[in-house]
């Protein structure tokens, strides 16, 4: 059974750093997408990052530029650095997986992603 365990959430003033890490247990990294997403209060979930097992990256324009995905295959490890944080991307995190395609189809529907962990809390304060 495929498990998502993300990790690394904290609070953070605005212009600060920090790195999430999604630990995947039950499956090894061959053909997949995987991606974060975050969800803020009162908010639809949305998508932040994706990485492909091409190593193929994706991101949408609010994270372009200060947000890089990242694996360590020898860790089943999916990382997300978070870089230039501001306010508006306080939210829970999420990492997600599909093991559908060789990579990612370039649909960032929370739908398109059938694994999911249990989210790690992000606060940037002003």
């Known amino acids: 059974q495929v498990q998502l365990v993300e990790s690394g959430g904290g609070s953070v003033q605005s212009g600060g750093s920090l790195r999430l890490s999604c630990v995947v247990f039950?499956?090894?990294?061959?053909?997949?997408?995987m991606a974060w997403f975050r969800q803020a209060p009162g908010k639809e979930r949305e998508w932040v990052a994706a990485?492909?097992?091409?190593?193929?990256?994706w991101y949408p324009d609010s994270t372009e530029g200060r947000f890089t995905v990242s694996q360590d295959n020898a860790k089943n490890t999916l990382y997300l650095q978070m870089s230039s944080l501001k306010p508006e991307d306080t939210a829970m995190y999420y990492c997600?997986?599909?093991?559908?395609?060789?990579?990612?189809?370039?649909?960032?529907?929370?739908?398109?992603?059938?694994?999911w962990g249990q989210g790690t809390q992000v606060t940037v304060s002003s």
């Open positions: 997600a997986a599909d093991y559908t395609y060789d990579s990612c189809s370039g649909s960032w529907g929370t739908a398109d992603f059938g694994y």
């Open positions: 039950g499956y090894s990294f061959s053909t997949y997408c």
């Open positions: 990485f492909g097992a091409d190593s193929a990256t």
